[in-house]
């Protein structure tokens, strides 16, 4: 299983990008997925989470700006990033629980797309 991640670029304060992540490869069923992202010099933290279940979860910083999804025909899940800060500025990575068959599920992660906010 491959995630692809896509969709960063540079983008002025204010505006907006979405972010892409197809899964391809022997997928039975994808599960939790989540964004997260790395800023120069912090540690990877999580951005939006979605559950299986359909339950989301965004830290206090993107909440109200950030909006996840996932497309289960298109094998696909989406950041919708509005309202974009120069403190969004960072590597974004995707990653997924995917169950290759009935039984066994593993997590997978995407290579990074980069998304620069200029003031």
């Known amino acids: 299983v491959q995630l692809q991640a896509s969709g960063g670029g540079l983008v002025q304060a204010g505006g907006s990008l979405r972010l892409s992540c197809a899964a391809s490869?022997?997928?039975?069923?994808?599960?939790?997925v989540g964004w997260h992202r790395q800023a120069p010099g912090k540690e990877r933290e999580l951005v939006a989470g979605?559950?299986?279940?359909?339950?989301?979860n965004y830290p206090d910083s993107v909440k109200g700006r950030f909006t996840i999804s996932k497309d289960d025909a298109k094998n696909t899940v989406y950041l919708q990033m509005n309202s974009l800060k120069p403190e969004d500025t960072a590597v974004y990575y995707c990653?997924?629980?995917?169950?290759?068959?009935?039984?066994?599920?593993?997590?997978?992660w995407g290579q990074g797309t980069l998304v620069t906010v200029s003031s």
């Open positions: 990653n997924a629980a995917v169950q290759v068959d009935k039984n066994y599920e593993y997590e997978f």
């Open positions: 490869g022997r997928i039975f069923k994808i599960n939790d």
């Open positions: 979605l559950t299986s279940g359909g339950s989301t």
